[in-house]
DNA sequence: TTGCAAGGAGACCATATGGTCTCTATAATA
DNA sequence: TATTATAGAGACCATATGGTCTCCTTGCAA
């Protein structure tokens, strides 16, 4: 069974009444706001959506939906991404890993993440260790810019790295001096994923 | 005017009902949930929470109620104080100051506030130029810590620094050795106002 | 064509629920 | 004591609203 047009629009319709109201719309209220005269047409997708477990409705109650699952329920939040597995990064938010009470729009952009930072490999951007590196996901990186990379083969997990290239090589460079730099050529270069680029940084003191 | 003890009671029921099933209580559903038998009691209450602002309802629809200015509508957040009025610092949200989209628990303090950082003092402790300083509130710091302060006469601002006291003196000294400590002896150490202590830092990157 | 399924319109029903009214009990006040 | 105010109980009403049923239209496949 799949979501269609109308039920998606219902959906939306609930989402935003109730979010702008507090509380649920009505069967009837919600055929004014998508355009339907009888809610009893109305009715056989919302029996469907509950087939589908998207909405939940209290039989013998009145006006009493609830979305399940869904934004209006949710406070938009932050994950932070333990392991990586390996090559690929786990992104979806089904692992119950750690998430941050943070709106992820405060970094400007919906998906961003979270690293762990260890060790003091990038001090000299002021980033120490056990801070929390906010990370925009991106595949291309511009010079400069600091960057969440996994090297295949060197580390199964994702460091932070100032990211620098050119025709022939791919640098990455800790932020430290007593740090060596990573050098790329060649074929080489595609042994860099790079994830996402750095758009803030947090730290928590205990 | 005074909201009674029923009436906070009621207030409490609805948000926690709201914030669990999804959608506000029915009238003869709050009565279950305080204890009354007769939800006609109960409608005086509610009329005496809407003609003081705290509740509204939607004449003629059902379980349509709408808590006015509470936590379950407001998402928690951390007001950014900009310029701190002389001596007593505006701790109150009612200025429209921005606002960080994070829970202010994350920093173990519900009532934790943001300063933006000035300057490099706090340098050596990887604290920079534009950064968010998230404080919590309190008025003694221990030895060691970083704390925001108000040095009377200095400076109409908060400042980061770090706090040090004996018996004679205090000591306010800035995470940057090209920077003088401030060291006050005797009276002088009334002119020291102690805001909070850090307990964040929060960088976002354009 | 015929048959079937989906989407919608419109009518009708049962009831959950807001609204109102009256009566009682208790406490505070004159 | 008498009076007033407040909180609550209980009954009754009007209606907003979920639920159901029938009929119509459209599109698709046999």
Redesign the interface.
């Known amino acids: 069974m799949t979501v269609t047009e109308r039920q998606k629009q219902i959906l939306d319709f609930i989402s935003l009444f109730?979010k702008h109201?507090?509380?649920?719309p009505?069967l009837r209220e919600i055929c004014k706001g998508i355009g339907l005269v009888s809610h009893g047409s109305l009715i056989k997708h919302i029996r469907s959506l509950e087939s589908q477990g998207l909405i939940k409705g209290m039989p013998g109650?009145?006006?009493?939906?609830?979305?399940v699952d869904s934004q209006s329920?949710k406070?938009?939040s932050i994950p932070v991404l333990g392991r990586i597995a390996a090559g690929n990064p786990i992104l979806a938010q089904e692992d119950k890993e750690e998430q941050?009470?943070?709106?992820p729009?405060?970094?400007g952009s919906s998906d961003a993440f979270a690293l762990r930072v260890k060790g003091d490999s990038m001090?000299e951007a002021?980033?120490?260790d056990g801070d929390l590196a906010?990370i925009r996901p991106q595949q291309e990186a511009e010079n400069g810019a600091i960057v969440a990379v996994i090297v295949e083969g060197v580390e199964p997990e994702a460091t932070l790295k100032i990211f620098r290239s050119n025709n022939e090589t791919i640098e990455l460079r800790p932020a430290n001096e007593f740090y060596e730099p990573l050098i790329f050529r060649g074929n080489d270069r595609s042994k860099i994923k790079v994830l996402g680029k750095?758009?803030?940084?947090?730290?928590?003191?205990p």
Chains 1, 2 share one sequence.
Request: proline share 8%; no cysteine.
């Open positions: 109730q109201e507090g509380f649920p009505s109650k009145k006006r009493a939906w609830k979305l329920t406070i938009p941050l009470p943070i709106n729009s405060f970094f001090i002021h980033i120490q906010i750095l758009v803030g940084v947090i730290r928590a003191k």
